[in-house]
């Protein structure tokens, strides 16, 4: 079945640094990924998002890359802050019977240390 | 707008007991789901609706049962519970297929004894 598999589980990051978090999906009709993210004890929220028809998206620090020949996706967020400690989610949507089957990735942990 | 609010927010049942957990959406979305969360295992869809009348089976279904009450409504149900349903549940929305955001509940707590 649908799959998708997310690394790393933990980032550990200084503040102002980069942090990456990478995705690959099973699927290749997956057409819509979206990122969320979700603070300790709180509900998942969408950060940004990225259809399939789009290379990379942008939104102030933070910034989504698709490449679909390969079949992966990225979250980048630069000049980290402690306030982006959270765990985040990726995940992948096919297009199924007018509802948004969406896969979701395990989660990374991100750590920003001050 | 409250958006997607679920019921109750913490319990904790013995094995064997049933019990129903109620979300409502006030964003007169079509589609509404239901997700357990679990450590290390990302969110897993249990049911969805597509639409008002409809549900349907998702990834992790055994053991529980749904009802799509209405457009607004759409509650979880756990039989016979399990420990092993121990488990945040995620209620969530959207406004139809594939592209649109997935709004979800603040979620509740549920430990089976």
């Known amino acids: 079945g649908e799959n998708v598999e997310q690394h790393p589980s933990t980032l550990s990051v200084q503040e102002g640094d980069s942090a990456v978090i990478k995705c690959t999906y099973s699927?290749?009709?997956?057409?819509?990924f979206p990122w969320y993210k979700q603070e300790l004890g709180k509900r998942p929220q969408l950060i940004i998002d990225?259809?399939?028809?789009?290379g990379e998206k942008k939104d102030q620090r933070i910034a989504v890359t698709l490449n679909k020949t390969a079949k992966h996706f990225s979250l980048h967020i630069t000049e980290t802050q402690p306030e982006d400690s959270a765990v985040y989610f990726c995940?992948?949507?096919?297009?199924?019977?007018?509802?948004?089957?969406?896969?979701f990735g395990a989660g990374t942990r991100l750590a920003v240390h001050p | 707008n409250a958006g997607v609010t679920q019921t109750p927010k913490f319990q904790v049942l013995k094995t064997g007991q049933s019990m129903t957990l109620q979300c409502a959406q006030d964003?007169?979305?079509?589609?509404m789901y239901w997700y357990r969360q679990d450590p290390g295992m990302g969110l897993r869809l249990i049911y969805y609706?597509?639409?008002?009348?409809?549900?349907d089976k998702g990834e992790v279904p055994n053991g529980y049962n749904v009802s799509r009450l209405n457009k607004r409504e759409f509650s979880l149900r756990l039989e016979s519970a399990a420990p092993s349903q121990t488990s945040v549940y995620f209620c969530?929305?959207?406004?139809?297929?594939?592209?649109?955001?997935?709004?979800f509940g603040e979620g509740s707590w549920l430990t089976v004894v």
């Open positions: 609706s597509a639409s008002e009348g409809t549900t």
């Open positions: 699927d290749s009709a997956s057409n819509y």
């Open positions: 990225i259809r399939s028809n789009v």
């Open positions: 995940a992948a949507s096919t297009p199924s019977g007018g509802y948004n089957k969406l896969i």
């Open positions: 964003m007169n979305h079509n589609s």
């Open positions: 969530a929305s959207s406004d139809g297929g594939s592209g649109n955001t997935i709004y």
